[in-house]
């Protein structure tokens, strides 16, 4: 079972910055892919980024330009560096983790709240 443990969330203003960090821990493996997702209340879990062993990238077009994700192989640790903050990436942020050996897993965190207001 892995483990994931996710902090760096918490109120911001607009235009702010916040680092998300999610470490994995546990029966590793691999670990292939590691992400962020959000959900904000009475919307859809969206992918947020994430990236992959190698370190191919992938966001949603919303944070483009403004976020920017990245992960410690030796720490099986995912970050989310979040800059130029709105109010509408105000949401629950879940770390996701993808675990493969000869099929995948896939662990979530159990979230953490971040908050962009004035």
């Known amino acids: 079972q892995v483990q994931l443990v996710e902090s760096g969330g918490g109120l911001v203003q607009p235009g702010g910055s916040l680092r998300l960090s999610c470490a994995a821990s546990?029966?590793?493996?691999?670990?292939?892919?590691m992400g962020w997702y959000r959900q904000a209340p009475g919307k859809e879990r969206e992918l947020v980024a994430d990236?992959?062993?190698?370190?191919?990238?992938n966001y949603v077009d919303s944070v483009k330009g403004r976020f920017t994700i990245s992960r410690d192989n030796v720490k099986n640790t995912v970050y989310l560096q979040m800059n130029s903050l709105k109010p509408e990436d105000t949401a629950v942020y879940y770390c996701?983790?993808?675990?493969?050996?000869?099929?995948?897993?896939?662990?979530w965190g159990k979230g953490t709240l971040v908050t962009v207001s004035s």
């Open positions: 990236i992959t062993s190698g370190g191919n990238t």
């Open positions: 996701k983790v993808v675990q493969t050996s000869d099929f995948a897993i896939t662990y």
């Open positions: 546990g029966s590793i493996y691999r670990i292939h892919t």
